[in-house]
């Protein structure tokens, strides 16, 4: 990746996370229970150790709950799984716990094409480094 690439990906991703965090987030926060395919997924924060919830979208397949991030490991809730696996998502309305596990090897967009629509295409249109993440419910 060339400097002037990088620059415009770190651009992007700072107008995108600015979009998240004051938009998009607060309201997807009120819906999940009662949109199909949106989900609150809870972290531990990697250096406070405090919750952290973060709206997602994805599918249950198979027992795992299947989701692609938009920046990969330049989003907070990435490097906190990193730091520890051990999560919660709360799917209509109900919370599971489960080990994430982060695919960068995997293909994002085949990976998106099997997950729910709405949230696949705001995945695309915003994202600048995907990365799949299953998350392995118990």
Same mark, same amino acid.
Request: glycine share 8%; net charge positive.
């Given at each position: 990746? @060339?400097?002037?690439?990088?620059?415009?990906?770190?651009a992007?991703? &700072?107008?995108?996370?600015?979009?998240?965090?004051? $938009?998009?987030?607060?309201?997807? &926060? &009120?819906?999940?229970?009662?949109?199909?395919?949106?989900?609150?997924?809870?972290?531990?924060?990697?250096?406070?150790?405090?919750?952290?919830?973060?709206p %997602?979208?994805?599918?249950?397949?198979?027992?795992?709950?299947?989701?692609?991030?938009?920046?990969?490991?330049?989003?907070?809730?990435?490097?906190?799984?990193?730091?520890?696996?051990?999560?919660?998502?709360?799917?209509?309305?109900?919370?599971?716990?489960?080990?994430?596990?982060?695919?960068?090897?995997?293909?994002?967009?085949?990976?998106?094409?099997?997950l729910?629509?709405?949230?696949?295409?705001? %995945? &695309?249109?915003?994202?600048?480094?995907?990365? @799949?993440?299953? $998350?392995?419910?118990?």
């Amino acid at each position: 990746m @060339t400097s002037k690439t990088a620059d415009s990906a770190a651009a992007k991703r &700072r107008r995108v996370s600015w979009y998240h965090r004051r $938009i998009a987030n607060p309201l997807m &926060r &009120r819906l999940v229970g009662h949109m199909p395919g949106q989900a609150l997924l809870e972290t531990t924060g990697r250096r406070s150790g405090l919750p952290r919830r973060t709206p %997602v979208g994805g599918r249950v397949v198979g027992g795992s709950f299947w989701m692609v991030s938009n920046h990969g490991l330049a989003a907070a809730y990435v490097r906190n799984i990193a730091a520890d696996p051990r999560v919660r998502v709360q799917i209509r309305s109900r919370w599971h716990t489960g080990t994430a596990h982060l695919l960068p090897d995997d293909d994002a967009r085949a990976r998106l094409r099997e997950l729910p629509r709405f949230n696949s295409w705001n %995945v &695309r249109m915003l994202g600048t480094d995907l990365m @799949t993440i299953r $998350i392995d419910l118990e």
